[in-house]
């Protein structure tokens, strides 16, 4: 029970207060009548049998982070995961993430270890897909356009024991269609390029890594229809793109929300802003200063806590540098705190 743990908490602060006071307190209980005095001691045997006593480590709270590839931490190093029969098995992660992630260093602000700070990023993933896992645990299928499919029975457990929960979902809904989108346009030839754009192989650019890039470009010998395809999609399809995953996310955030109070109705909720990794895309920049609206006025509806993030410093790859989760965690932290 979340009220039997924060009373361990209100019992460890009056415990400090108890040490702090001088000695002569003690004489002072000696002092008073004899019925006073029995009177006192019947209330410190009533006290409360999980009170922390001197010696015994503070109980900790428990934070879960639940998100896409920003929050698991792709790019940065000792990202944990397997291979899986489809896609990936991100349960390494769960707890062995990146010390360099905005789970850790939100865990470390606050005290808590690897079980009580728990990094349920999972890359590809999308609001509804959100909505499933944190619904049953499971997606009911693969989503095909992002090519992920993730089945935790743990994941529901992690969030009804949570005291603090982050959510992080949104980036995906826009970029993988747009990603889909590139494909057709192109008739996959855009593939390797979107690959290495993905793959985190573009995150620290430097002129190797510009040669991959140009080289990958150069493949893409567009004939006439396809060009005029791409240019559909660059300078009006995004809006489309955009305007649709405007619809979902704004759609599944709500639910999102309510399944998390219906698992814990106790839970502090952390809604983090959006940050844009690709702010030359006018239809990017509208989607996402749309989003910040969306959350902000959601988190005051429902009583969350609203993270704005807009100086969040992204990679080649779109994903937050060591720098841009260090400010994240610090941005958490601040509203928690």
């Avoid at 949570?162 to 809904?173: F, L, P, R, T, V």
């Avoid at 009006?236 to 793109?241: A, L, N, Q, V």
């Avoid at 704004?250 to 999102?256: A, E, R, S, Y």
């Amino acid at each position: 029970m979340k009220n039997k743990k924060f009373a361990s908490f209100l019992a460890a602060a009056a415990a400090l207060v108890l040490l702090a006071m001088p000695a002569f307190a003690a004489d002072e209980q000696a002092e008073l009548p004899a019925a006073e005095a029995a009177e006192v001691q019947q209330e410190q045997a009533a006290a409360p049998a999980d009170a922390q006593t001197a010696g015994e480590p503070e109980p900790q709270l428990t934070y879960v982070a639940l998100g896409d590839s920003i929050t698991s931490g792709v790019g940065l190093a000792d990202m944990k995961y397997n291979i899986a029969q489809i896609g990936y098995d991100l349960r390494p992660n769960f707890e062995g993430y990146s010390s360099q992630c905005y789970t850790a260093l939100v865990g470390k602000g606050l005290g808590l270890d690897r079980q009580h700070a728990i990094n349920l990023g999972l890359p590809s993933l999308m609001s509804p897909d959100m909505v499933d896992m944190v619904q049953s645990s499971a997606m009911p299928k693969m989503n095909q356009a992002s090519g992920s499919y993730y089945v935790y029975p743990e994941y529901q457990e992690y969030l009804r024991k949570a005291d603090i929960i982050s959510i992080q979902i949104g980036s995906n809904d826009a970029l993988v269609p747009c990603i889909v989108g590139l494909g057709e346009a192109t008739n996959w030839k855009s593939e390797q390029l979107a690959g290495l754009m993905v793959s985190g192989a573009l995150r620290d650019f430097n002129f190797q890594k510009l040669g991959l890039f140009l080289k990958a470009l150069n493949r893409m010998t567009l004939t006439f229809d396809e060009s005029r395809a791409t240019n559909r999609l660059l300078f009006r399809g995004m809006d489309e793109i955009c305007d649709q995953a405007y619809t979902n996310v704004t759609n599944n955030l709500p639910q999102i929300v309510a399944g998390i109070r219906a698992l814990n109705p106790d839970a502090k909720i952390v809604l983090l802003g959006y940050t844009n990794p690709v702010p030359l895309l006018p239809a990017w920049n509208r989607y996402f200063s749309k989003l910040n609206r969306f959350a902000k006025d959601l988190a005051a509806q429902e009583g969350l806590i609203y993270v704005d993030i807009p100086r969040t410093q992204t990679a080649a790859d779109g994903h937050p540098t060591v720098k841009g989760h260090k400010y994240i965690a610090q941005q958490i932290l601040n509203a928690i705190q």
